[in-house]
């Protein structure tokens, strides 16, 4: 079993340009969360989704969209990108109350 | 809103040397987890604790959980390079959205050899 996987590893883009990060467990686990760590500011949720259907803003969703599309993947999505988004991105998953279980991350420069 | 401070943000010991991070919750606890994250790597889940007065052991590693679930220690046994990495606390987000985590900052734990 692969876990949590993320692509890609590292981007580079340009403000204004546009990507999607994905994200896809083969873990069978109805939630799904998007993180981003940044220094000195710990992590910070920016959207997750409940189950497959469903969608909810996090702390700091302004900037990013997502999208659930089946209960394996779950992507975000930035529609312009901002140096303010420079940032390491992490997926995670959960099963109920249980441990939260993470990707290994997507390391975003936005220039 | 709840937040967990965690302390010291930096540690560097000796290779042998006993450690101790400690994490602390503006609100009482009901699931308290510790993960390490390695650069440019994911979280790795180390323990979780609910119950006060909990404990709980990986090899040199222990975690701990106060009576009163505000605060959480780990404990690390004669230190080695490869527990080198950052140290995040988690706590259950009763406040926020449903089922998320919120974490500490982070402890960076250099180790020497």
């Known amino acids: 079993n692969a876990g949590v996987t993320q692509t890609p590893k590292f981007q580079v883009l340009k403000t204004g340009q546009s990507m999607t990060l994905q994200c896809a467990q083969d873990m069978n686990h109805n939630s799904m969360y998007w993180y981003r760590q940044d220094p000195g500011m710990g992590l910070r949720l920016i959207y997750y989704s409940a189950s497959e259907g469903t969608t909810d803003k996090g702390e700091v969703p302004n900037g990013y969209n997502v999208s659930r599309l089946n209960k394996r993947e779950f992507s975000l999505r930035l529609e312009s990108a901002a140096p303010s988004q420079t940032s390491v991105y992490f997926c995670?998953?959960?099963?109920?109350?249980?441990?939260?279980?993470f990707g290994p991350g997507t390391r975003l420069l936005v220039l | 809103s709840q937040e967990l401070e965690q302390s010291p943000q930096s540690l560097i010991v000796q290779e042998g040397k006993n450690l101790t991070i400690n994490c602390t919750s503006s609100?009482?606890?009901?699931?308290l987890y510790w993960y390490k994250q390695k650069y440019g790597e994911g979280l790795i889940f180390l323990m979780m604790l609910q119950k006060g007065g909990e404990e709980k052991s990986h090899e040199k590693i222990t975690a701990k959980l106060d009576e009163k679930k505000q605060q959480s220690s780990l404990h690390i046994t004669a230190s080695q390079p490869s527990h080198a990495g950052i140290y995040l606390c988690?706590?259950?987000?009763?406040?926020?959205?449903?089922?998320?985590?919120?974490f500490g900052k982070g402890t960076k734990l250099s180790v020497k050899p």
């Open positions: 609100k009482t606890l009901y699931g």
């Open positions: 995670a998953t959960r099963r109920g109350l249980e441990t939260q279980y």
């Open positions: 988690g706590a259950e987000n009763y406040g926020g959205s449903q089922g998320n985590l919120i």
